[in-house]
């Protein structure tokens, strides 16, 4: 009771300071408007006293007096019809007739002269031609009589308007100083009673925060739940305009489904976007720590985005210092997701040029280490003002951007709040027309199993690196000498005639296939007659696809597309120096590009199981054009059948659909089949992160997440067949 007649006098006092106000303001407003207009009527009538000498030494030259007259006549009016608004008040000079008695007797003293002068100027201009000078002279004197009188008017507003602020600025004071009175009053008095209701307005904020966790919570339940059923036709359509994209199509045919195969992962994107935002929403956003190969993590960014750079014809490059340890403990999917954001954002804004992946040491302790990835574009940069705003939830720096560059705004949010849980922030660098670099650092723990001797086998050898893109070729040097091998770099292709008799000192050569001068193609033909494939090995750096540079000369002895993963290319000198027998041997199987991995795809026996039509037709011809011999079911009860009939290699299996339970027929084949006879089974999952953990203890050997592409399909059959 005490709080309400507290809050009542409040109200009261607040409501009397919000009248005082607004009639003060109002008042203040009616004589500045008051006080503008009177001293334009001064202004006015001095302007005509002026017009009419003017006229009478024209009507004196014999000019003409049409423009002059009309003129003289336009202001004759705007005079007039402002005293009007004086006296009575107007709407359109913003001034109301509640003149003072002091000040409406003055305004009727200036009428009276207003009149007598008005007369004479209209009866003047009449006939101006009728008027001689003395008679100018005595209607002057009327004007400058007015002149006087409306002078006394503006001053006396004036006084009257401060008046009226000294009122008001007393009246708020003393409103002020009762307020105040109350507050201080109304504390002690209700003291206790407040702190109660702020204990109970507590409560009640703490039960509608839990509410709004459990709608949250709710939110991206429904919202993960809707994902699948969205996944599985959308991974249809993936699968399948992949599919299209590698049968025979003409131009159109070929765009339509390109643009389809390309709408269809903007929408992936645009799902898997809306469902982090959910999860951070309702803190469901776990990071997790894991240990992984941090080269590895950066190449399946690279092999994901290569095929977006390549279709801009743009550079994309990883520069991975060779001080970074090489496996660490951390969240990678995280990590990954991040670069995946940024880099695929560098791509979208850069139209020549290109984009650099690079991470660096920045410092070590005790096990830990703090890395810093920075990814650099020439794009079309950001202005400074609106650096801040673009990690904000579905901003676009410009309204075009999205036409042109399309994209729902939540890959740097999502970013930013992932690098914040990973214990960093990321920051921007940016000049319009001079490209991005985006930046941002993790602490990692060092894994303890990590390996080196691949590294160890390349000690102190020497080899010539050979491209004309400066950055690429730092890159390489960096990367190489990293690994102990002496570099020697050359920019342009021509300097090689120069040292062709002393080629011998190297043990091999890189050199890039697209250079302006001369070729790789052409570089390799100068070489290759003073000395042969197995004396001095030429790997190829390319950034077509190996099908369009076939070596029918063989004058190559490996050929890797750009850009370079870091551990294929360590993989790669292995094999072609010959370091490490055992080794070569198991990495070259893994890697799919042997004869006797290509005999054993005829040999695979593939069991693949899916429910769903579309899905399974999508992976049946994936296998089919990797050239793969299958056999489908559409349950668990069937992958259980079959297996106790036959033997197989690989089961291919959704995770968990209507008629597949992956983790529960898993769980029954482990206890039916002996380990001997064990077939790798590799789980198919729309949530990858999500169902790992669960498959993984089940007993699969693997996962690969929905839509999944030809190439990490195979990889994932070469790695398991070479395993078993």
């Known amino acids: 009771m005490r709080l309400r007649v507290l809050l009542l006098f409040m109200v009261g006092l607040a409501v009397a300071s919000c009248v005082v106000l607004i009639v003060s303001q109002l008042n203040q407003n009616n004589y500045l408007s008051k006080i503008s207009l009177s001293s334009r009527q001064k202004a006015l009538a001095e302007e005509l006293g002026r017009k009419m000498y003017d006229i009478h030494r024209q009507t004196n030259s014999g000019a003409d007096l049409a423009n002059a007259t009309d003129d003289f006549k336009l202001t004759l009016n705007r005079w007039e019809s402002a005293q009007k608004a004086l006296i009575t008040g107007s709407d359109h000079y913003g001034t109301r007739g509640d003149n003072s008695n002091a000040s409406q007797e003055m305004l009727q003293q200036s009428s009276g002269q207003f009149v007598q002068g008005r007369d004479f100027l209209n009866e003047y201009i009449a006939q101006p031609q009728a008027y001689h000078i003395a008679q100018l002279d005595s209607g002057m004197v009327l004007l400058e009589g007015y002149i006087g009188t409306i002078n006394n008017v503006t001053g006396k507003f004036l006084a009257e308007s401060e008046l009226q602020g000294q009122v008001t600025t007393t009246s708020i004071v003393a409103l002020a100083c009762g307020t105040v009175f109350i507050i201080i009053f109304g504390i002690f008095l209700t003291l206790r009673p407040i702190r109660k209701t702020f204990e109970e307005t507590d409560s009640e904020i703490e039960a509608a925060d839990e509410k709004v966790a459990v709608a949250l919570s709710a939110k991206a339940e429904f919202l993960s739940n809707m994902s699948h059923e969205v996944r599985t036709p959308l991974n249809g359509v993936i699968g399948m305009s992949e599919i299209l994209l590698q049968s025979k199509l003409d131009e159109e045919q070929r765009a339509c489904a390109r643009n389809i195969h390309n709408s269809a992962f903007h929408l992936l994107d645009l799902l898997n976007n809306v469902l982090d935002v959910a999860k951070m929403q309702s803190g469901k956003m776990e990071i997790r720590k894991e240990r992984f190969v941090l080269s590895d993590c950066i190449d399946q960014v690279i092999d994901l985005l290569k095929p977006l750079a390549h279709g801009k014809k743009i550079e994309l490059m990883s520069d991975l210092s060779p001080l970074v340890p090489l496996e660490l403990i951390s969240d990678e999917h995280r990590i990954r997701q991040i670069l995946m954001n940024l880099v695929n954002n560098a791509i979208k804004f850069t139209d020549k040029g290109e984009v650099v992946i690079k991470t660096e040491l920045v410092n070590s302790e005790n096990g830990f280490i703090q890395l810093e990835f920075s990814i650099t574009d020439t794009g079309i940069g950001i202005d400074p003002d609106k650096v801040e705003k673009i990690f904000d939830s579905f901003y676009q720096v410009d309204s075009s ?35 991005s670099t985006f930046s941002f650092s993790i602490v990692a723990e060092v894994s303890g199993a990590e390996h080196k001797e691949k ?28 690994w102990g091998i002496q570099v020697t770099p050359f920019n342009s292709p021509q300097l090689l005639t120069d040292i062709m008799s002393n080629l011998n000192k190297f043990d091999f050569v890189i050199l890039d296939m697209q250079m302006p001068e001369m070729d790789g193609h052409s570089v390799a033909r100068t070489i290759r007659p003073n000395f042969n494939i197995q004396e001095l090995p030429i790997i190829v750096l390319s950034s077509l696809g190996e099908h369009m540079m076939a070596d029918r000369e063989n004058l190559y002895n490996a050929y890797l597309t750009k850009p370079v993963k870091q551990s294929k290319l360590l993989d790669t000198i292995i094999d072609v120096m010959k370091v490490s027998p055992m080794q070569r041997a198991k990495l070259n199987l893994q890697s799919g590009n042997t004869d006797i991995l290509a005999q054993q795809k005829s040999n695979i026996k593939i069991l693949l199981a899916q429910d769903n039509d579309l899905s399974r037709a999508v992976t049946a011809k994936t296998l089919e054009l990797l050239g793969h011999k299958f056999i489908t079911v559409t349950s668990g009860k069937e992958v259980l059948e079959k297996s106790r009939r036959d033997e197989y290699d690989i089961i291919l299996m959704d995770v968990k ?22 077939p790798v089974i590799i789980g198919l999952s729309s949530d990858q992160k999500k169902d790992k953990a669960l498959c993984m203890e089940a007993g699969m050997d693997d996962i690969l997440e929905k839509p999944m592409r030809a190439e990490l399909l195979q990889e994932k059959i070469n790695y398991w067949i070479i395993q078993g």
């Open 657 to 678: 659909e209507n008629d597949v339970d992956g983790i529960e027929t898993t769980k029954q084949l482990k206890r039916m089949v002996d380990e001997e006879s064990m």
């Open 401 to 435: 951007f999205q036409k042109k560059y399309s994209g729902s705004g939540l890959g740097l949010a999502i970013s930013q709040s992932l690098a914040i849980e990973l214990g960093s922030r990321i920051k921007v660098q940016s000049k319009p027309g001079h490209g």
């Open 455 to 482: 590294v160890n086998a390349l000690q102190g050898m020497r080899a010539l690196v050979i491209d004309d893109n400066t950055t690429n070729l730092k890159i390489l040097v960096k990367q190489l000498s990293g």
